[in-house]
């Protein structure tokens, strides 16, 4: 969709109008009548779920006036700024806070959440900063995601292989003093309950300079359980069993004899404490409580069998899950589960408000899961201004709000603004043949806008 026009403040917006194709044949959006006043649509967020939504609504209806807000200076939110460098082809990522852990010792330096990780590599502005040590033999990610394994396989990837990624030179320069040499991925739960994909895990199978470690008594019995479980789990659960049991092929025993860093899977493992180095100033490892299963597939639950273990380490990082904030009292929320109260988009008791993302539905899905959940939020908000039960009348729309920045002395930030940024960072990455070389200081993209 190329805009007509972004503006943002710390709140931006990017509107569009579209016009009926000439020509077309019959549709669901021919049915609204052209001498209804255009409606105002607001989308917050211009990452996925955002775009999804508008894009459907443009679609759908020929004189819709769409206007994207978005909070940061550079738009497409965690599509920039939440995926693995290496993997540009994946946008999976989606919420605007981490789960804490809530557990003794979280607070130490060297404990980060996994989002402020990649966040950090990836050129999110408010990670700039985060400078993790990793100057440690051993990192710990606690949880056993699709994150999880990114993380894992950022830290562990020969830094030559991420040279020509969008990956920043900050995070870059990190990676190469890196002494990280294995990276444990934890999980509460055992190899039936997962939630990596087998593509991610392939990944990581076959990472250049690297073996796995996988205990073979973890599996034990599990060759009869995956019969009858879905093909997408079995097959996961299969390569899981081959690589933890199997004695691998001459070629790839030769690689793992010349790999100089491992990483493996904990099953049956549930964080409890972080502990201090003897001075107290930094992570020196974490305490572990062996957990076992209650109940069978995927709906079984860990349960403490009362046992601990100790695993040193330097690093701490938590995968254990993402969730959302609440963005305003007027606006309900759910803090348990992390989401807007709604009934397939629509905000519970706040007609002509609407949710979509991971705040409608929780942390769960890849893009093309919030693909199809956009689609029908903005379906739902079609149906319900045909059946005209949302406000009618004129609706200033922007021009309400660029009155208000203007009476605060805001300017907002263009869309051709956005566009001599993105030329700066291309230009900035060309010279080392990367795709891009991200801005991460705010006051530097203002200044290079002459403001």
């Not at 009926?20 to 052209?34: E, I």
């Not at 806070?97 to 979280?106: K, R, S, T, V, W």
């Not at 572990?288 to 069998?305: D, S």
Request: hydrophobic share 35%.
């Amino acid at each position: 969709m190329a805009p007509r026009c972004w503006r943002w403040w710390h709140w931006s917006a990017w509107r569009r109008t579209r016009p009926p194709p000439a020509g077309s044949t019959p549709s669901f959006r021919q049915q609204f009548s052209t001498q209804e006043q255009p409606p105002q649509i607001c989308v917050v967020g211009s990452g996925p779920a955002g775009f999804y939504t508008a894009q459907h609504l443009l679609k759908h209806h020929p004189r819709a006036h769409v206007d994207i807000y978005e909070k940061q200076l550079v738009p497409f939110g965690l599509v920039r700024f939440g995926v693995a460098p290496d993997h540009p082809e994946v946008k999976s990522y989606g919420a605007e806070d981490h789960q804490a852990l809530e557990i003794p010792g979280e607070e130490l330096p060297g404990v980060f959440s996994a989002r402020a990780f990649v966040g950090w590599y990836n050129g999110l502005p408010e990670n700039r900063e985060l400078a993790p040590d990793l100057s440690c033999d051993t990192a710990v990610i606690l949880g056993q995601g699709n994150v999880a394994l990114d993380v894992a396989r950022i830290l562990l990837t020969p830094p030559e292989h991420l040279e020509k990624t969008d990956i920043t030179e900050a995070a870059l320069g990190v990676l190469r003093q890196s002494r990280v040499k294995t990276v444990w991925i934890v999980g509460r739960r055992g190899p039936m309950q997962v939630a990596f994909t087998i593509k991610e895990l392939r990944e990581m199978i076959q990472l250049p300079g690297t073996r796995p470690i996988l205990d073979p008594a973890d599996f034990l019995g599990l060759q009869d359980r995956i019969k009858e479980v879905p093909r997408q789990r079995k097959r996961l659960t299969e390569l899981l069993l081959r690589t933890a049991t199997e004695k691998p092929g001459v070629e790839e025993a030769a690689r793992q004899a010349l790999a100089s860093r491992t990483w493996g899977l904990r099953f049956f493992r549930s964080p409890q404490r972080v502990l201090p180095s003897p001075d107290g100033r930094r992570v020196a490892g974490i305490r572990l409580a062996v957990t076992r299963l209650e109940g069978v597939g995927e709906a079984a639950r860990a349960a403490p069998t009362g046992d601990t273990e100790d695993l040193p380490c330097g690093l701490v990082l938590s995968s254990v899950g993402y969730k959302s904030r609440p963005i305003d009292p007027s606006v309900p929320f759910d803090p348990k589960l992390g989401v807007i109260p709604n009934m397939e988009g629509r905000v519970i008791d706040v007609p002509g408000l609407y949710c979509s993302g991971w705040v409608k539905r929780g942390p769960k899905g890849v893009i093309a899961t919030t693909m199809t959940d956009s689609f029908l939020t903005g379906q739902m908000l079609m149906q319900d201004l045909k059946a005209g039960l949302l406000p009618s009348g004129p609706r200033p729309g922007f021009a309400a709000i660029e009155a208000l920045l203007s009476s605060r002395g805001v300017r907002p930030v263009s869309f051709s603004d956005w566009e001599k940024l993105d030329a700066e960072e291309v230009s900035r990455g060309k010279g080392a043949g990367k795709p891009r070389e991200k801005l991460l200081d705010p006051q530097e993209m203002l200044r290079l806008l002459g403001r």
